[in-house]
């Protein structure tokens, strides 16, 4: 089926460590996206990408890192984990930068113990 | 600050009834929005949406009203089902640089249809 894909749907990490979560979509979106959501915050953007090579940062950056090298595939890495950074990870692709309607992956929940 | 403002953590409804979810915003730029909702262990799906040059729009069940001036609008579900039971985020969209939209949430009610 078409649509976002992540990896891993869990993660438990000590303080420091690094790790990426990765995301793909088969959609050929040209905006992808990852948020994050935490109980009583709702969804906020971390980064975005409006194609390949093109990145930026959203709500709440601090911490993260991206890129985009081809259009499926935009990975979050986090490089020196803290506990602050314990939440469920969302990656959304759509259509254009333009367009509004977002499709969601199935979220990545990790733990920063 | 929370542009958009989803005042109800939860709601509870009687199948059949009609189920009512709110959603208020701060910033008048907002020209498009639209409501999702989330079963548990899974990502938010779009449900709806409307523009700002509209004040209705119905789709099923599902209605969502928008009223600019008093900066709110409301999803009505009717009749509510025990499938609907989710948590409904609505979100904004606003133009951010260049040609990009952006999408601002809300927190999220949890709606709990009752059998």
């Known amino acids: 089926n078409a649509g976002v894909t992540q990896t891993p749907k869990f993660q438990v990490l000590k303080t420091g460590q690094s790790m990426t979560l990765q995301c793909a979509q088969d959609m050929n979106h040209e905006y992808m996206s990852w948020y994050r959501q935490d109980p009583g915050m709702g969804l906020r953007l971390i980064h975005y990408?409006?194609?390949?090579?093109?990145?930026d940062q959203g709500e709440v950056p601090n911490g993260y890192n991206v890129s985009r090298s081809t259009t499926e595939d935009f990975p979050l890495r986090l490089l020196s984990a803290a506990p602050s950074q314990t939440s469920v990870y969302f990656c959304?692709?759509?259509?254009?930068?333009?367009?509004?309607?977002?499709?969601f992956g199935a979220g990545s929940r990790l733990t920063v113990l | 600050d929370q542009q958009v403002k989803q005042n109800s953590p939860s709601l509870s409804v009687q199948e059949g009834r009609i189920s009512i979810l709110n959603c208020d915003y701060t910033?008048?730029?907002?020209?498009?929005f639209l409501w999702y909702k989330k079963y548990p262990a899974e990502g938010p799906t779009f449900l709806i949406s409307?523009?700002?040059?509209?004040d209705k729009n119905e789709d099923g069940r599902f209605t969502v009203f928008l009223n600019k001036s008093a900066k709110h609008l409301s999803l009505h579900i009717v009749p509510s089902q025990p499938g609907d039971s989710a948590v409904y985020f609505c979100a904004a969209s606003v133009e951010y640089g260049g040609a990009t939209n952006k999408l601002i949430f809300g927190t999220g009610t949890l709606l709990a249809v009752q059998p």
């Open positions: 910033n008048s730029m907002f020209d498009y």
């Open positions: 409307i523009s700002s040059i509209k």
């Open positions: 990408s409006v194609g390949a090579g093109i990145t």
């Open positions: 959304a692709s759509r259509r254009g930068p333009g367009a509004n309607v977002l499709t």
